[in-house]
């Protein structure tokens, strides 16, 4: 397997700032593992329903997350603030595969970074469904080069 290496904020369209907590701390002194998997998650969801191409509570179409994927390069520590950048890498007939990287603020080297892929399915049947054009334009935005 290649080692895959650290991506720059050239690299994304899109960018969240976020506060990390005491809570994200783990026992060896910096933000643990599963905390960056919360930080892709939160800034998909932001980008979406900022976008206004998320209903969480009524949305007929919803993503469902099938697939994640982390690699970390430097650790980050509580009271660190963060800058999560998000790409669109792949945009299918029913599914999104999203890149995100975690920068610690004022570093152009991403510390952690990884991917996020949503299928997007009915609401009531769970079944796969294409892409709604109002989402497809929002993703569009975020695909680099």
Same mark, same amino acid.
């Given at each position: 397997?290649?080692?895959?290496?650290p991506t720059?904020?050239a &690299?994304y369209?899109?960018?969240?700032s976020i506060s990390?907590?005491?809570?994200?701390n783990d026992?060896y002194? *910096?933000?643990n593992?599963?905390v960056y998997?919360?930080y892709?998650?939160?800034v998909?969801?932001?980008y979406?329903l900022?976008?206004?191409v998320? &209903?969480f509570?009524e949305?007929?179409?919803i993503?469902l997350?099938?697939e994640?994927r982390?690699?970390?390069f430097?650790?980050i520590?509580?009271?660190d603030?963060?800058?999560a950048?998000?790409?669109?890498?792949?945009l299918g007939?029913t599914?999104?595969?999203y890149?995100?990287?975690?920068?610690a603020?004022?570093? &152009?080297?991403?510390a952690?970074?990884g *991917?996020f892929? *949503?299928?997007y399915v009915?609401?009531?049947?769970?079944?796969?469904?294409?892409?709604?054009?109002?989402?497809? &334009?929002?993703l569009?935005?975020?695909?680099?080069?």
């Amino acid at each position: 397997m290649t080692k895959p290496t650290p991506t720059t904020r050239a &690299d994304y369209a899109h960018f969240l700032s976020i506060s990390t907590r005491w809570a994200d701390n783990d026992v060896y002194g *910096h933000i643990n593992n599963v905390v960056y998997y919360s930080y892709f998650d939160t800034v998909v969801n932001e980008y979406l329903l900022r976008a206004g191409v998320l &209903d969480f509570t009524e949305g007929q179409t919803i993503g469902l997350v099938v697939e994640t994927r982390c690699n970390y390069f430097a650790p980050i520590v509580f009271p660190d603030r963060i800058d999560a950048g998000l790409r669109v890498e792949k945009l299918g007939n029913t599914s999104v595969r999203y890149e995100v990287a975690i920068f610690a603020e004022g570093s &152009d080297q991403a510390a952690a970074q990884g *991917h996020f892929v *949503h299928v997007y399915v009915d609401r009531e049947s769970r079944r796969p469904v294409a892409l709604p054009a109002p989402l497809v &334009d929002a993703l569009k935005r975020l695909i680099i080069g």
